[in-house]
Nanobody, 129 residues
Framework: QVDLVESGGGEVQTGGSLRVSCAIA????????TAWFRQIPGKEREGVAG????????YYADSVKGRFTITHDSAKNTLFLQMSNLKPEDTGVYYC??????????????????????WGQGTQVTVSS
């Protein structure tokens, strides 16, 4: 079975930085698609960034481009989202997801969120002020 576990959430002031992590286990193939989503109260679950482990290709939503960086440590099989210049509107529950079907991530495969096969439990990120 595939298991994803997020960690690293917390509270940070506007303009600060935070890194969330997602430990991934259970894939038999080393090449799979991963992504970060966030659930902001009152809004649909939003795709933030994608990473394909097959070639390390990345994708970013316009709302986070230039501020967030998605990376993957193949040795540790851990996905990261480095968040900088955080804004109050970034507040929400951040989820990692994975799927062996998509390949490189684009705006066409990042959403809808319900199409992603595997999900973590989420980690809360709160940006104050």
């Amino acid at each position: 079975q595939v298991d994803l576990v997020e960690s690293g959430g917390g509270e940070v002031q506007t303009g600060g930085s935070l890194r969330v992590s997602c430990a991934i286990a259970g894939f038999t193939d080393s090449a799979y698609s991963t992504a970060w989503f966030r659930q902001i109260p009152g809004k649909e679950r939003e795709g933030v960034a994608g990473f394909y482990t097959g070639d390390s290709a990345t994708y970013y939503a316009d709302s986070v481009k230039g501020r967030f960086t998605i990376t993957h440590d193949s040795a540790k099989n851990t996905l990261f989202l480095q968040m900088s210049n955080l804004k109050p509107e970034d507040t929400g529950v951040y989820y990692c997801a994975a799927d062996e079907r998509w390949g490189r991530i684009s705006k066409f495969t990042l959403s809808p969120a319900r199409h992603w096969r595997y999900w973590g439990q989420g980690t809360q990120v709160t940006v104050s002020s």
